[in-house]
């Protein structure tokens, strides 16, 4: 079984910084392509950001690109957002999420992420 711990939210000011943590046990967390999703409310769960096994990959959402970073830690076994400049817009439930396989064409879905972290909100006050 593979857990996703997720942690690191809270509340801040817009321009502020936040880093969010995803811990994960029960399997190699290298064998894992790791991602954060975020979810407004009323809103569907949209996707933020992936990186791949090693790290040497990374791909964002263009309204994050250039001002959140994704990276991993495989002896950690953690995978971090670091998150800077934040807008309102930014507020959201945060959840990371994990997969053994690259979705090629398909990264930015839900659906293509088997095990799934508890959230952490994030709020951006303006």
């Known amino acids: 079984q593979v857990q996703l711990v997720d942690s690191g939210g809270g509340l801040v000011h817009s321009g502020g910084s936040l880093r969010l943590v995803c811990a994960v046990f029960?399997?190699?967390?290298?064998?894992?392509?790791m991602a954060w999703f975020r979810q407004a409310p009323g809103k569907e769960r949209e996707f933020v950001a992936v990186?791949?096994?090693?790290?040497?990959?990374?791909y964002y959402a263009a309204s994050v690109k250039g001002r959140f970073t994704l990276s991993r830690d495989n002896a950690k076994n953690t995978a971090t957002l670091q998150m800077n400049n934040l807008k309102p817009e930014d507020t959201a439930v945060y959840y990371c999420?994990?997969?053994?396989?690259?979705?090629?064409?398909?990264?930015?879905?839900?659906?293509?992420?088997?095990?799934w972290g508890q959230g952490t909100q994030v709020t951006v006050s303006s």
């Open positions: 999420a994990a997969d053994p396989d690259w979705s090629v064409g398909s990264y930015w879905y839900s659906s293509s992420y088997e095990y």
């Open positions: 029960g399997r190699p967390f290298s064998s894992y392509v």
């Open positions: 990186i791949k096994w090693s790290g040497a990959n990374t």
